[in-house]
């Protein structure tokens, strides 16, 4: 956006720290679980007991054949699967099996009247998602709790997943340079601009190859700027942002031209900074 008095182009800064890209969830909220067990009448009581839990749809197969047809037909969506152990055909180990072939992350609990270490440390080695026994007073409450946790940390991760995506294809679409260090000034991420305007490669945006990388930062008097008061390093070291600051950049062919600077830090979870990231464009590109 260009100021109408100055004519300076103001750059609506990207921080992934804090970047609200505007994700609307429609997913389901339901917890859609899928019962596997040939002791119908056990699946009957898992299925019913489920079912009475706020916010659980189930459906159930007594056949794990066909638990991965409806895994594979997508009808009804699944969000975890809960198997027996014992069963003819395919027990619950080799159910795991075929089911991370197609789902490699989802949830999946084994709840067996089989309990042992060595089946529990098969399934661990299988990938299952947590193990837990049918006998006891308090199972179904178990159960419920691990598969509700099961499906949340499940879904987080995807969200968040998702989110990086997303940050990803704004930071690389960005018509600026955007460059992220951590504290030490290497190159957490950058886009292609950022090595378009620099005119260098990947290594070269790295702080601590420079002055010896193929450009040079100069103040807007011509004099070099040293590492120690590039850009990235001052917002490191002073939590503060930097906004339009200008100076004159000199590329490995010897040519200069005038940039303009922003910068941000990137704050860790206990309110440190841990790096920064600078955004910055060519500024005879744009005035």
């Not at 152990?85 to 992350?105: F, T």
């Not at 026994?133 to 409450?141: F, H, I, S, W």
């Not at 987080?156 to 600026?176: L, M, S």
């Not at 070099?224 to 600051?245: C, F, I, K, M």
Request: proline share 5%; aromatic share 6%.
């Amino acid at each position: 956006m260009t100021d109408p008095v100055t004519g300076d182009t103001h750059v609506s800064y990207i921080d992934r720290t804090s970047l609200n890209v505007g994700i609307v969830n429609d997913g389901p909220s339901r917890i859609r679980v899928l019962c596997v067990d040939d002791d119908s009448a056990f699946l009957d009581l898992t299925r019913a007991w489920l079912s009475r839990v706020d916010g659980f749809a189930v459906s159930a197969e007594t056949d794990p054949r066909e638990a991965l047809s409806t895994l594979r037909a997508g009808t009804p969506a699944v969000d975890a699967v809960v198997s027996d152990y014992r069963m003819p055909d395919m027990d619950g180990l080799e159910l795991l099996e075929r089911v991370r072939e197609s789902h490699p992350d989802l949830p999946f609990v084994l709840f067996t009247g089989q309990g042992s270490e060595a089946i529990a440390s098969d399934a661990i080695s299988a990938g299952v998602t947590d193990y837990l026994q049918k006998r006891g007073p308090d199972r179904y409450d178990l159960l419920v709790n691990r598969v509700r946790n099961a499906v949340e940390s499940h879904r987080a991760k995807q969200e968040a997943e998702r989110e990086r995506r997303i940050r990803d294809w704004i930071v690389e679409a960005a018509p600026f340079g955007i460059v992220g260090h951590d504290r030490s000034g290497d190159v957490r991420f950058s886009n292609d601009r950022a090595a378009e305007i620099l005119a260098a490669s990947v290594e070269e945006l790295d702080g601590r190859a420079y002055p010896d990388a193929g450009w040079t930062l100069l103040t807007e008097d011509g004099t070099p700027v040293p590492r120690a008061e590039l850009p990235y390093r001052r917002v490191v070291d002073t939590g503060s942002q930097l906004d339009r600051e200008r100076y004159r950049l000199r590329t490995s062919d010897g040519r200069e031209r005038r940039v303009v600077v922003y910068g941000s830090p990137l704050w860790d979870d206990a309110g440190g900074v841990e790096g920064a990231v600078v955004a910055f464009y060519a500024a005879d590109e744009r005035e």
